[in-house]
């Protein structure tokens, strides 16, 4: 567990109603107010790990998880560290091999991401990743048959548009009493595309339930 997580002294900025409504947020502001409502959030968000972390938050650097990393070899003895990393695992293998580069061993980068790109061309590059992922659900989904975004990219992407936008001005109540705003709809649907065996077949469930006004699934 990298420090900060689970096992490793978790730093846990906000309880459980709190996350729910940061993620809730509305991921398209369409006026002033949305745009503040988020600001905001993330304001209080970045407050709650100071005063929950204290000195610690001022260690979550990625360069000290990467040296972390150095401490695991050693302690495992090994002279060299082999190393997969994914998505951001694969900017910590950087910062590993540009700081231990003699000790680097076989080392894969599946899914590079280049440092010197700011936050906003991230995430331009995290939604292309996104569309692409969604495309071939979708070609999955229609070959199953019975697909709840229609018979095509086309319908699907609209039809998917469609029903955040109605999210948006209403979000649906789940049976436990939460609501499914469009936030959290983007996040359920996002979510599974990293899984095609597993979260392929229930995206497709939670989509045609949730388009016949049942959110429970997704």
């Known amino acids: 567990d990298p420090r900060g997580v689970a096992s490793s002294q978790p730093v846990v900025c906000l309880d459980d109603a709190q996350v729910d409504q940061l993620y809730a947020l509305d991921p398209t502001p369409d006026n002033l107010a949305d745009e503040q409502e988020i600001e905001s959030e993330a304001q209080a968000f970045a407050q709650a790990c100071a005063a929950q972390a204290g000195a610690l938050l ?16 050693a302690a495992l003895n090994q002279p060299l560290l082999n190393y997969l990393g994914f998505s951001y695992g694969t900017y910590l293998g950087a910062l590993y091999a540009n700081e231990f580069a003699p000790r680097v061993g076989r080392t894969v980068l599946d899914g590079g991401i280049d440092p010197y790109l700011s936050n906003s061309e991230l995430a331009l590059g ?3 990743g996104f569309e692409l992922a969604f495309d071939q659900y979708v070609d999955y989904c229609i070959e199953q048959g019975n697909c709840p975004l229609g018979n095509s990219r086309v319908e699907a992407r609209a039809r998917l548009s469609q029903f955040l936008a109605a999210l948006d001005q209403q979000p649906l109540v789940a049976s436990n009493g939460r609501e499914l705003t469009e936030g959290l709809a ?11 065996e597993q979260g392929w077949p229930l995206l497709t469930d939670g989509l045609r339930d949730a388009l016949a006004g049942d959110p429970d699934e997704l």
Not at 186 to 196: D, M
């Open 58 to 73: 001022a260690h979550m650097d990625s360069q000290s998880v990467a040296r972390d990393m150095d401490i695991l070899r």
């Open 126 to 128: 995290q939604a292309e």
């Open 186 to 196: 983007l996040y359920g649907v996002i979510f599974p595309l990293y899984f095609p």
